[in-house]
């Protein structure tokens, strides 16, 4: 469906693994090469961690100083996301999001699935921390 290009990524992320939850951090604008770039590292990190042995775990973006992405990089990410629902995340929070940022994200997940919004990423990791305690 995705074809390789000769474009240079644009935008830039962060992954750090803080026990089940995954903590991202997205910044710029993305086009189609950041997102398969983010999808490639992130779904490496879910098979690595959690896939093989059906842990439970959450994904927690910060979307601070995300500026939007070309459609075909969002159609990319919902692929994924639609991936991850088979993967055992189980939740994702989306910190800092703006009005626009929202208005995306709800039409993105219209038919994928749940997402929850956050104005704090600390409260967004006990939260996590007290559901995955609780579905173990």
């Given amino acids: 469906m995705y074809t390789a290009s000769k474009f240079i990524a644009h935008g830039e992320h962060k992954l750090k693994l803080q026990g089940n939850i995954i903590l ?6 993305w086009n189609l090469e950041q997102a398969q770039r983010f999808v490639s590292e992130i779904s490496g990190l879910v098979q690595e961690n959690f ?3 059906k842990q439970k775990w ?3 973006m910060n979307m601070s100083e995300w500026e939007l992405s070309t459609p075909d ?3 990319y990410v919902a692929d994924y996301i639609r991936w991850e629902q088979t993967q055992n995340c189980i939740r994702r929070y989306y910190c800092y999001c703006n009005k626009v940022q929202k ?3 709800y039409m993105k997940y219209k038919n994928i699935g749940s997402l929850m919004l ?3 990423i600390d409260q ?3 939260d996590s921390q007290q559901l995955l305690a ?3």
């Fill in 134 to 136: 609780q579905v173990k």
């Fill in 58 to 60: 959450i994904r927690i």
């Fill in 103 to 105: 208005r995306l994200l």
């Fill in 124 to 126: 967004s990791v006990l």
């Fill in 118 to 120: 956050s104005h704090n």
């Fill in 73 to 75: 990089a969002r159609d």
């Fill in 51 to 53: 896939s093989g042995v």
């Fill in 24 to 29: 991202c951090k997205a910044v710029g604008a």
